[in-house]
């Protein structure tokens, strides 16, 4: 396929927390240096279509006296197992209050008390209450301030409901991405010097999940095919307190109502979490799902629950008027008088592509921030509130590090390009999602994992190839992959960590 396009010094693929903070530091830079700089975003449905307009918690950040850094740090190596790299935990922590800075800066309205100071609270995991939040609803007070910042920028070309089918680089370190309307099933392509990934996780490879729908890997399939390395994929991290439903697309209950004294109780009404661990309703995510699944399976029963009647009426509306709201008009379930049925589902990607401290691949000119990146931050499992803070630090420095990079070296132009044909085979993504959510999820066992893996390689082997085929279907092919790498790596895996256990081991 032969096409014409247009010409950008950066094409950045995804419209979240990452993507939106680099388009406003790059435009940022280009001002301060008076440097001209073409940036194209691509969004693959609406610019707020993303896991950060849903994000509940909050952006963990250490500004009070009784705090420190150091807590901080401890805290975020605890989660991760240790496993961690500690220098990029250092920057990160280190550099957080910047990070709510800028935020603030860009127009954000974090929350405060009657007396006017911020109003910090505490999550699991957390020492200390260090969690900077906008109600219940952070991300999407944060989408909303990006998206009406960056909207606004010049220089700026904005691919609203355009999914990336196909990213290709050629000798001269020029990308070239093809692009699909998700709507009228439109094509059309642009080339880039430099390209970031920052389209979010792997949440569609499950049967329950807190992602969004679109949410199918595409960055971490896109950084493989170019040549860039993943690194430990298999560090899935599911949050406990996903809203009991028959739907695939699960409702997130904030652990920062746990914080607020929230109690985890099995179907008896028994409170359970301190039979697991002494840190009980706070203790990081991969204990909790644990040991919630533990419970689960001693009665067979599909949930828990969350009571957070002790809290009142009062607090509940205050605090976490849209959890509040949400139950009352989903559910009939006034959460201030009854409990929320609870289930574990699929929530974040610890793991993903390896990228410097600046967010560069191993690729020259390709980036990767946000989600889809391993960054080193989060080691074995994420401590929750890190996620929304790794995506604008490391938008931060890979802005700086592209602005000043030597791959910004031509003015818009046209170019043509050839594209390779796509052999996209008929696949099920239902049977993909089921096996994964039975064999590669909180609990895992080789067995069952190599019996999935060799499963794949005959689906991809053996299924035909279709004449025509879908956006779907181009996603589907995609996912199968991801998840043969995923499993892969699950299975390199010596011993239990954070988020990756399997009982065979």
Request: glycine share 8%; hydrophobic share 40%.
């Amino acid at each position: 396929m032969t096409v014409k396009m247009e010409h950008y010094d950066v094409a950045i693929m995804g419209s979240g927390i990452a993507g939106l903070s680099l388009v406003n530091y790059l435009q940022e830079l280009s001002v301060e240096k008076g440097k001209h700089i073409s940036v194209a975003i691509i969004a693959k449905g609406r610019f707020d279509q993303t896991n950060t307009n849903w994000a509940q918690g909050g952006i963990a950040a250490v500004t009070s006296a009784s705090d420190s850094f150091q807590s901080h740090i401890d805290d975020t190596l605890v989660a991760g197992g240790n496993s961690n790299n500690i220098k990029i935990v250092e920057q990160v922590v280190n550099s957080a209050p910047e990070v709510i800075d800028d935020l603030i800066r860009w127009g954000m309205d974090f929350d405060k008390t009657e007396k006017g100071s911020f109003d910090l609270v505490k999550e699991g995991g957390h020492q200390f209450s260090r969690i900077w939040h906008h109600k219940d609803a952070t991300g999407a007070a944060i989408q909303s301030t990006l998206t009406e910042k960056a909207t606004k920028l010049s220089q700026v070309a904005y691919f609203e409901y355009n999914a990336v089918t196909q990213i290709e680089r050629e000798q001269s370190g020029v990308f070239y991405l093809k692009l699909q309307h998700i709507e009228n099933q439109s094509l059309r392509a642009i080339s880039a010097d430099t390209v970031v990934l920052a389209g979010g996780g792997i949440g569609a490879l499950y049967a329950k999940t807190t992602n969004q729908p679109i949410c199918t890997g595409d960055s971490i399939f896109f950084a493989k095919e170019l040549g860039a390395s993943l690194k430990e994929l298999c560090y899935v991290q599911f949050h406990p307190t996903g809203l009991y439903s028959d739907n695939q697309t699960t409702y997130l209950i904030t652990e920062a109502i746990r914080g607020a004294g929230a109690i985890l109780r099995n179907e008896k009404g028994e409170p359970f979490m301190k039979l697991y661990d002494e840190r009980a309703d706070l203790a990081p995510r991969d204990i909790v799902s644990r040991a919630i699944f533990s419970e689960m399976k001693k009665t067979g029963a599909k949930h828990v629950y969350l009571d957070a009647t002790e809290l009142g009426e009062e607090k509940i509306k205050t605090h976490f008027p849209t959890i509040y709201s949400y139950c009352i008009d989903n559910m009939g379930l006034d959460i201030s008088k009854k409990s929320i049925p609870v289930v574990p589902t699929q929530h974040y990607l610890c793991g993903g592509i390896e990228v410097s401290d600046s967010g560069k691949t191993s690729i020259e000119g390709l980036y990767a921030i946000g989600e889809c990146a391993n960054t080193g931050l989060h080691g074995a499992n994420r401590l929750a509130s890190n996620s929304l803070l790794e995506a604008v630090y490391f938008a931060k420095q890979a802005a700086s590090e592209i602005f000043n990079s030597k791959s910004i070296k031509r003015d818009s132009i046209e170019v043509d390009h050839q594209f390779n044909d796509l052999p996209i085979k008929k696949l099920s993504r239902e049977a993909l999602q089921q096996k994964m959510s039975e064999n590669a999820a909180i609990i895992k066992r080789t067995e069952n994992m190599h019996d999935m893996a060799d499963w794949i390689v005959t689906e991809l082997s053996s299924s035909p190839i279709l004449v025509q085929y879908t956006l779907a279907d181009i996603e589907t092919n995609h996912m199968y992959y991801i998840a043969l790498w995923l499993l892969q790596d699950a299975l390199d895996q010596k011993q239990n960590i954070g988020v990756h256990f399997n009982e065979t081991l």
